[in-house]
């Protein structure tokens, strides 16, 4: 069954339509192909035309991990030392996060105009929701699309509402 994610707030489709997968895939190394825009990161994590639920905490907030001796990523492939101690961070955001091929989102969703980032060949995701709704403008997910990270989109899952084509 296909279904369209729309924007809890204003009712505007966000995606094109999608097809949940059981979970979600396992993220694929960078190949060394440039992607059609240019960029060097690796493949999309979910194929076009469906989405996944991750479990897992996704994009900012984030915090020290209380174990200083953890060494693991913020952001999948991405490690970010403690500025104030001497571990490493960790994603506090939310979990079951949507999922999406970026591409899927192409023409549904506009920048954020108050995320600020800078990446080396697109966006990091690390500063917070860095797409909103065009219609209404309310922040409704992350991309993340640098080359040192995975290439996916995750919808808030408060933000959207997952309706049957
Ligand atoms: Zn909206």
Redesign the pocket.
């Known amino acids: 069954m296909n279904v369209l994610l729309l ?1 809890t ?4 489709p966000l995606s094109e339509p999608l097809r949940l997968l059981p979970e979600l895939p396992a993220r694929p190394e960078y190949d060394g192909r440039k992607n059609s825009d240019g960029s060097h990161r690796a493949p999309s994590t979910v194929p076009r035309g469906t989405y996944a639920v991750d479990p897992e905490p996704s994009g900012a907030p984030f915090v020290p991990h209380p174990d200083p001796e953890w060494a693991g990523a913020a952001v999948p492939g991405v490690s970010m030392s403690d500025p104030d101690g001497d571990g490493f961070l960790m994603s506090a955001g939310p979990r079951d996060t949507l999922v999406v091929h970026r591409e899927d989102t192409v023409g549904f969703l506009a920048s954020n105009p108050a995320v600020e980032e800078i990446g080396c060949c697109g966006s990091p995701g690390l500063e917070g929701p860095n797409r909103v ?1 065009p ?4 922040e ?1 997910a992350t991309l993340f699309a640098d080359c040192s990270g995975p290439f996916e989109t995750h919808f808030l899952p408060d933000a959207v509402r997952v309706t049957p084509v």
């Open positions: 924007c707030a204003c009712g505007r709704c219609g209404c403008g309310a409704v």
